[in-house]
């Protein structure tokens, strides 16, 4: 039983040292915004988002700010704060490292922090910091030095852009619903570890009903059964990429899809005149050309390549037919 409770402790001062990077760190405390040195387990930092909280006595080593803030007052970003402050006004309290005496100002007095312009999360998401408190008249320090970290909170302040607009696809004519297109990608600058900022869907604004996209992956596929090249051959399809996973004031981009029906051989070569007369001068030489005959196909490339054959003849053996590669003409020859 005993045993069971020491590895139970064991592990709470494991926890509670992971917690609080750097040393030295109890001493000071960060307090906010009116919930000053209050011992509960959350509160929230100026800009109203939750924090958590250790027992007092902890540091806070984290501050949270939020991006692109458009008030016109500079943005308070939190409190740092030092046991052996007693408020005589003896504490003075020094900021170095990113940004310090620039980007954030400290009250060296109060130990109050605040930015002095707005910053962009995109650009740069936290900013570290050191903190000490040293005696005003002596300059001797109170606590040691110590570091803590800026958080900028995003704010969805970026819209979804395409990898690639227009996107060229291409799918054969008459392929079953749910073939497979194209898959499109947007990404969205905003940070994809907290809210729905960066949670992107997709939906078809034009090219229904022939296609459709899958609203998470963005994979294009056929929607509709028999789609005919010989039809109609090139598609525009719109797709938009919404953030705030497509709920209503989320942002969005959209991108162009082009498609192409791929031909398949689905029709046939058909003479335009089912019977054709040539008169055969006696005085033709072997292997001269009689006429020329011609079949037409809706196809195109080597689908609609012809390879012609006599398949019956009254006078057997008379007549061969070749293939004029340039006009798919066929030339009927004769052989004796
Ligand atoms: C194919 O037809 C074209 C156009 O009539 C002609 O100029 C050409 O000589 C023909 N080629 C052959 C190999 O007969």
């Given at each position: 039983m005993d045993r069971r409770r020491v590895c139970v402790l064991m592990v709470l001062w494991v926890m509670a040292h992971l917690s609080s990077p750097g040393h030295g760190l109890r001493a000071l405390r960060r307090t906010t915004g009116g919930h000053k040195g209050a011992a509960g387990l959350t509160g929230q930092d100026a800009n109203g988002v939750p924090l958590r909280r250790s027992k007092r006595g902890w540091m806070w080593n984290q501050f949270f700010l939020l991006e692109e803030y458009t008030g016109s007052d500079m943005q308070y970003v939190g409190k740092l704060h030092s046991d052996s402050d007693r408020g005589d006004g003896n504490t003075?309290?020094?900021l170095t490292g990113e940004g310090a005496g620039?980007?954030?100002r400290i009250d060296e007095k109060s130990g109050d922090i605040h930015a002095t312009k707005r910053l962009d999360r995109e650009e740069k998401a936290y900013y570290i910091l050191r903190a000490k408190a040293v005696n005003r008249f002596t300059?001797?320090?109170?606590?040691?030095e110590s570091e803590f970290i800026i958080k900028i909170?995003?704010?969805?302040?970026?819209?979804p852009r395409f990898t690639k607009d227009p996107y060229m696809a291409r799918v054969p004519e008459m392929s079953d619903i749910g073939t497979s297109?194209?898959?499109?990608t947007a990404a969205d600058a905003d940070d994809a570890t907290y809210g729905n900022s960066a949670r992107v869907v997709y939906s078809i604004l034009e090219g229904q009903p022939y296609f459709s996209v899958d609203p998470e992956t963005g994979l294009i596929k056929t929607a509709l059964p028999g789609m005919d090249r010989e039809v109609k051959e090139n598609y525009q399809v719109v797709i938009q990429a919404k953030d705030m996973a497509g709920q209503?004031?989320?942002?969005?981009?959209?991108?162009?899809?082009s498609i192409t029906l791929a031909d398949v051989n689905d029709n046939p070569p058909r003479f335009a005149k089912t019977v054709y007369e040539f008169r055969v001068p006696e005085s033709s030489d072997i292997g001269s050309a009689v006429g020329?005959?011609?079949a037409m196909d809706n196809d195109i490339g080597e689908n609609a390549e012809m390879e012609y054959r006599i398949i019956g003849s009254d006078g057997p053996g008379m007549f061969d037919?070749?293939?004029n590669r340039s006009t798919q003409e066929g030339v009927i020859l004769l052989r004796k």
């Open positions: 003075r309290y020094v620039s980007l954030f300059n001797e320090a109170l606590e040691g909170h995003d704010i969805n302040d970026n819209e297109v194209i898959q499109v209503m004031g989320g942002l969005s981009g959209t991108t162009t899809v020329v005959i011609r037919v070749t293939t």
